[in-house]
């Protein structure tokens, strides 16, 4: 008991006097430990050379901060000459960034956004960063994932949960706060990510390096040749890269892709916008803003603007098949034009798919008939993807194209079929007018690169009155009319065929009187052929008869003729002897006259004078007319036996009878 009691007298002392002991270490600093999981910042509080003239960081053994830090274990100083600040390494999570903010070093040139660190980029060790000029202030270069052992008397660390510092004023507290809270804003403690899924891509504006030149709206792409090490930036991350690229301040051409990019926030900011997608059956032609001039392709006659080739400012010569592409929208412009037909249409409430003609109408009509109706159409166009260029480049896009020149043409075009045809004419010919139109107006479309397929005309609407709709209804009569005509027709030829019919039927009927009758015909037929034929023998042979006796006939009286004219010539020559004895042909006419009035008094017993009787008559004939008679008688017997060439003898022989 009292060996404890004496152990115990010893022991209490030593260790008040270690605890003394140690505490007086610590006052004076002398010996201090460091934990593995932290770090010691060291400040100088006095030192033989005085204090740092110029900075932040002691790099010569002045009095203040100084540049290296402790890792851990126990650490002898010179009693009360330094403190030490204990602080954690710096830990950068998986996927996240830490931005740097240099308190001491060169200042930023005038321009300079961002401190460079092409040279200076060892955050770890601040006497390096100092010897090579490194630059106080925001820095290029970023911390990736891990955990770092920074000197925070030099460097502030940014992160999304918190700000690594030592020993800041207030007034720089906030200015690091405002900074954490703008690299919040631009999402830039994390990684850019881009996934196919999302369609996107990523634009960059870079706030840092030399701006455009004068009449630039865009940065040019640079540095993106993989096999130069000194100007590859691999997609801005690596901004000391870029710049020595030639990289410029601005919105830059080049775009992000999909994939995960750790770009400084601070530097270039991103924004995403939708990959343009050209569907098919649709071309996209490139209005570039950007790029090296181009020698015009459109060839000497065309005259509306110029075609320039791919990567040129203007137009591009060759449109974007269907497909997608990572375009940026802020470069240039992309027009759709379809390849495939569509269809525009003048007509109130309807549009085709691609709303070219939402703000098209009817075309109003006056026609030659007075009549004011509105003619609904339909235009069919396609338009060669190898012209969509050109079609692009004088008149801007389609919809301009379709109400600044399609719609008046037509419009105009419908206008004057309109005015010389009537209202019938048009509801009646609209085949014709169709074929016509589609015609005509084919190499009108053709001026302007398109391709005209087809017209389609529509019904006419009238405009404010029921004028049309009474032509319909007397059309609709003319057709009923039409209608039962073409079925009287029909019915006419039923009754007919009816009739046929019938009597088909009543022939089957009667079939075997026909044929019996028929037969009786045939053989009566054949009865008066035979004896048609029997007359006909008997004809020829009566002509023969009649023939013989004609001839004997003729024989004879040729004979008599003969004769006839043998006794008159020979009469005539003895007449014409007498005639010559009397005195010519004028008393033979007399004689000859004497003759047939002799001859006609002798035929028909005429008396030619009254019969007066000389010297008494007989009874009933006081006047003695018989007697006259008598003498008269005998005078003209006498006469005509003169005439007559009779003898005497016998003209009194005729006389005295």
Partial sequence: MDSLFKLASIAVPSLVALALLLALLRLSGSVRYIGNSRIGIVEKLWSAGGSIRGGFIALRGEAGFQPDVLRGGFHVFAPLQYRVHVASLVTIPQGKIGYVFARDGQPLAPGQTLASNRAADEFQDVRAFLAKGGQKGPQRKVLREGTYAINLAQFVIVTDASIYSLRIADNEAAILRQMQALIAD???????????????????????????????IIAPTVGDDPTNAATFHNSFQNPEAFLAGAGRRGRQYQVLVEGT???NRLFATVEFIQKTVIPIGFVGVVVSFTGRPGEDTSGADYRHGELVAKGCRGVWQEPLLPGKYAFNTYAGVITLVPTTNFILKWAKGQTGEHKFDENLMEVSLITKDAFEPTLPLSVVVHIDYRKAPLVVQRFGDIKKLVEQTLDPMVSAYFKNIGQTKTLIELLQERSDIQDRASREMREKFLNYNLELQEVLIGTPNPAGGAGIEQILDQLRSRQVAREKVETFKLLEQAALQERSFREREAEAK??????ESTLAIMIRENEGSASLAKTRKDA?????TARAIAAKTRLEGEGEAARVASIGLAEAQATKAKVDAFGGPQYQLSKEVALRFAEAIEKGHIAVVPQVQVGGGAAGDPQGAGASSGIVNAFLGALLAQVRREPPAAAKARDAS
């Fill in 540 to 544: 020829e042979s009566v002509e023969i």
């Fill in 186 to 216: 631009r999402d830039g403690f994390e990684g850019v990510i881009i996934r196919d899924s999302d369609d996107k891509i990523g634009v960059v504006t870079v706030h840092d390096g030399p701006a455009l030149s004068p009449g630039e």
């Fill in 261 to 263: 990019y750790y770009v």
């Fill in 510 to 515: 009667q079939q075997t009187a026909i044929t």
